[in-house]
């Protein structure tokens, strides 16, 4: 289909030929539809990132929010203008452990990690750091066990609580 736009267009100026719509940007012809449904992306949009998001955003527009770590986009959902996080679609698994930043408190440990009383892990290795950096107390009546050496920091106390045991291997 030969399609020949009209010259000197004003902003917002209309061409269509056959089912096809153009919109005059005051730049290029950008395509649209006028049909109900998806009709997948249509022209250009913009991207940006930052705390806060941007002002005067045309739909479509993306925008990475900086402090939660989300994209979201720009739409016109029928009620009014609104950005509207970007999600993933399938399963969701489970959150991966932070890593050591102390003594890990075994009875933290997600369910899903226990079977049966026994801890379980996807690799032969437990990972501990070599110095304490944190007040920690060991709870009456319990075990602890540390991959040694280890060395206690500066202004760091360890409590091993009566009736509690700390071994280094």
């Known amino acids: ?47 940006t990132w930052g705390p806060t998001p941007p002002e005067n955003a045309e739909i479509g527009a993306r925008w990475f929010d900086t402090l939660e770590g989300a994209l979201a986009v720009y739409v016109d959902d029928g009620d009014g203008f609104q950005w509207v996080e970007v999600a993933a679609s399938g399963f969701l698994g489970r959150t991966g452990f932070t890593g050591s930043v102390g003594f890990v408190d075994f009875g933290n440990i997600p369910s899903n990690v226990i079977t049966n009383g ?49 071994s280094i291997v």
Do not use: C
């Open 118 to 166: 026994t801890i379980r892990a996807n690799n032969p290795f437990f990972l501990n750091p070599k110095v304490v950096t944190a007040n920690y107390t060991i709870p009456a009546n319990s075990n602890a066990m540390s991959a040694g050496p280890i060395e206690i920091a500066n202004g760091v106390t360890v409590v091993i609580s009566d009736g509690a045991e700390w």
């Open 1 to 47: 289909m030969d399609v020949n736009f009209p010259n000197n267009p004003q902003i917002n100026d209309v061409f269509t030929k056959g089912d096809r719509s153009w919109r005059w940007t005051g730049v290029y012809w950008r395509a649209f539809s006028t049909t109900v449904g998806y009709t997948g992306s249509q022209g250009e949009s913009t991207f």
